[in-house]
């Protein structure tokens, strides 16, 4: 039986349509999830970044360890070679200054390291001894702490480049950088910047070649004094403490610029040989100082040589503001990527779990449901209603209706158009088939369309589907044998993609066999089911009722009814062999549009049945099981599964690509034989599964970045109403056999 209803006029020539109320509010989320969209791919480029400042701090990005050794030194003036360790160019003329007669500049390179600096300030405190720490800006920016302790005591700071590179491989712009990130590093730790300077790998003068002697040039040329060492105390070999102290003292009353290490290594036997070597120097004589007060000593009329910390200035304005900016920078990515770090562990680990839980699972379950003595009980034969809602569905519509023709069981078919603008409706009464009905309604979205088909319904069971999508014949006689089972209150079925001869059709093949023959039933089997989908489900009439019909308070009305059901004390079960062709999105946009709606409407359900958390009997059985492993399987590890992809990508350019690139293809394995598995559940052919690679690649990563967007419309607030994709109707009458 038809309801009656006079088809709409259709508007004058040359007036346009006034848009509809879906259109509208259509129109009203796009314009609002723009900006929600911005601020997903904000937070993948914030994470990016952090990751990157990490590595640069690292010396994993940018770095360069190479080290340049036995170059001629030519072009270098003899009076320097053979000159003192403190070199400058005052009026633009090289000049060396050595360290007067017993007198030690302790110098210490590399630092400041957390474990060994403090120790090496101690011992200095204790002896009332200065140092000079020639400070690698990197160390700098993640200890600004040691740093600003190192100046309040006393000592004076050097620039020991930012990164430690020899500079005699870099370019000028690179030598630049490295000094001035070292300056904004000290200005934001200690609020102070530096004229002194020590090149890494440097020794004596005698040392300098062509390749580095530009550089010091340049540098001088700037204002810099760059210190080079008499005596090495090679304690970065670790040759012991007699050793050490050996080697670190002058020849009998000869002033020194003397080299420890208070970072770069493990460096316990320079804490031990330090206060004896200090005891030995002054038990000779000795005095200790700065570079400054060498060269006040030995320079007393020079600008700055009047005071222990003259290389120090005052930093101010942008530089002091810039250097605040890179010390609080470097803290977020400090505290960032140790964190996501262990995030990526445990997403790996959880992950990992996951394939192997449903694979054993998955299982357990073809297992049991193939065993002969398996049944629901007696066979269902009553007839049924088939609910198909229709918002212009006019490409797709005939094929639906015609497919529900062939059913084996005996069915009836509500259609119910949910005030379609395109002749859905005349289209499905034009075709004459028998058992059909037309409910017409004002277009009020997806929720209502399916409850005025339940209330139309003439049986105790009801059929929902949508209006894109065809069934088999014997379909629908699948579908409803679980009911023979009196606890059972839904059936979830089988949804394959029709038109998977595109590469994204052939996508989302993989993801529904994998969803539908690893997850479900997973699912199935503890009990836990979180959704019939809106393609293909069954339920019983009286269950529907009990739970207050479809609800519209969430995108995902087919999850909120689901998890109603469940609270309701009703069986949720999947049936394999029940099987519905679907009509995937054939677009990245309209994908995008469609995922984001599935997973921003699966959150709200979740929140809307927080409670099952708390539950007692039947209901508390999903918020102990189901709830759990839906948020972390679907909402909590895609979300931080990203990282998996970021830190490979990472790894293969700036670490170790090949150790990377075997870890992503162990990853991909693991992937390929759950997918596998899947496709030999369900029949299915496994050529598809050559564009699996290439769905690692580039689809995951469009439902990771759907999934942030839909996380952040959450937390930021948001609605969408039913939202139409375009159909083609490619997705015809099936033939009752899989792949």
């Not at 293909?536 to 689901?562: C, H, K, N, W």
């Amino acid at each position: 039986m038809t309801t009656p209803r006079t088809p709409p006029t259709p508007p004058a020539r040359g007036r346009r349509r006034a848009p509809s109320r879906m259109e509208r509010a259509a129109g009203r989320a796009a314009a609002l999830q723009r900006p929600r969209v911005l601020l997903a791919l904000l937070l993948l480029l914030a994470l990016t970044c952090v990751m990157l400042l990490d590595g640069y701090l690292r010396a994993e990005v940018g770095g360069d360890q190479r080290v340049r050794t036995g170059a001629p030194a030519d072009d270098v003036p003899d009076d320097v070679l053979d000159g003192g360790p403190i070199l400058s160019f005052p009026g633009g003329r090289a000049t060396t200054v050595s360290v007067p007669d017993k007198t030690i500049v302790l110098t210490f390179d590399d630092g400041p390291d957390p474990t060994w600096t403090p120790q090496v300030l101690e011992i200095l405190e204790k002896y009332d001894v200065p140092g000079t720490f020639f400070l690698v800006g990197s160390m700098v920016s993640r200890h600004p702490g040691i740093v600003r302790d190192m100046v309040e005591q006393g000592n004076e700071v050097g620039v020991h480049t930012f990164t430690h590179v020899d500079l005699s491989y870099q370019s000028q712009a690179r030598v630049t950088r490295e000094i001035e990130q070292t300056q904004l590093a000290l200005a934001g730790a200690a609020g102070i910047t530096t004229t002194l300077f020590r090149a890494p790998y440097s020794s004596q003068t005698d040392a300098i070649d062509n390749y580095s002697w530009p550089v010091y040039e340049s540098l001088g040329a700037d204002g810099y004094t760059s210190v080079f060492v008499d005596t090495d105390s090679d304690d970065w070999k670790r040759p012991g403490v007699s050793k050490i102290v050996e080697w670190a003292t002058p020849e009998d009353g000869e002033g020194a610029s003397v080299l420890f290490h208070d970072a770069g290594g493990e460096r316990s036997q320079t804490i031990e040989a330090l206060p004896k070597y200090i005891e030995k120097m002054k038990a000779k004589g000795y005095t200790f100082t700065t570079v400054s007060g060498a060269l006040a000593e030995q320079q007393p009329r020079q600008p700055g040589g009047g005071g222990l910390q003259a290389a120090h200035h005052q930093a101010t304005g942008a530089t002091l503001y810039e250097g605040k900016a890179l010390i609080a920078a470097v803290a977020v990515a400090e505290w960032t990527v140790p964190a996501l770090s262990a995030g990526l562990v445990i997403v790996g680990v959880t992950v990992m779990g996951r394939f192997a839980m449903m694979l054993l699972l998955a299982r357990r379950h073809h297992r049991q449901r193939s065993r002969r003595r398996f049944s629901w009980g007696p066979p269902v034969t009553r007839p049924v209603s088939v609910i198909v809602p229709a918002y212009n569905e006019k490409e797709c519509i005939e094929a639906t209706l015609r497919s529900l023709a062939r059913s084996t069981h005996p069915i009836e078919i509500v259609v119910v158009d949910d005030g379609s603008t395109d002749g859905t409706a005349e289209i499905a009464e034009s075709l004459g088939l028998p058992g059909v009905r037309v409910v017409r309604q004002a277009n009020a979205g997806k929720p209502a369309a399916l409850n005025n088909g339940v209330r139309h319904a003439r049986y105790d069971i009801v059929v929902m589907m949508d209006g894109d999508t065809v069934f088999e014949p014997d379909t629908v006689r699948h579908l409803v044998r679980p009911f023979a089972d009196p606890s059972v209150g839904a059936v979830a079925g089988n949804a394959k993609v029709g038109n998977r001869r595109t590469l994204i059709g052939a996508w989302q093949h993989i993801e529904y066999v994998m969803g539908f023959n690893l997850d479900r039933r997973m699912y199935d089997l503890l009990r836990c089911m979180p959704t019939i989908p809106g393609a293909i489900g069954a339920f019983r009439r009286e269950a529907v009722l009990q739970v207050g019909g479809m609800s519209d308070d969430t995108l995902a009305e087919d999850t909120d009814i689901t998890i109603a059901l469940h609270r309701a004390g009703w069986r949720v079960v999947y049936e394999e062999h029940a099987r519905a062709w679907t009509e995937a999105p054939g677009s990245l946009g309209q994908l995008w549009s469609q995922r984001y709606r599935w997973s921003y409407g699966t959150m709200q359900a979740l929140w809307k049945h927080r409670r099952s958390l708390t539950d007692k009997g039947p209901s508390g059985r999903f918020g102990r099981v189901g709830m759990p492993l839906v948020v972390l399987f679907q909402v909590v590890t895609p979300v931080f599964a990203p990282l998996i992809d970021v830190f490979t990508l990472y790894s293969m350019v700036f670490v170790d690509f090949r150790a990377a690139l075997l870890a992503w293809l162990a990853v991909l394995a693991v992937q390929l034989v759950c997918a596998a598995y899947a496709f030999r559940l369900d029949g299915e052919k496994y050529r598809y599964l050559l564009m699996m690679p290439l769905q690692q690649l580039a689809y995951r990563q469009m439902m990771y970045l759907v999934l942030i967007h839909s996380c952040v419309t959450a937390l930021t607030g948001g609605r969408l109403r039913w939202q139409k994709l375009k159909r083609t109707g490619e997705v015809g009458t099936p033939t009752g056999t899989g792949g």
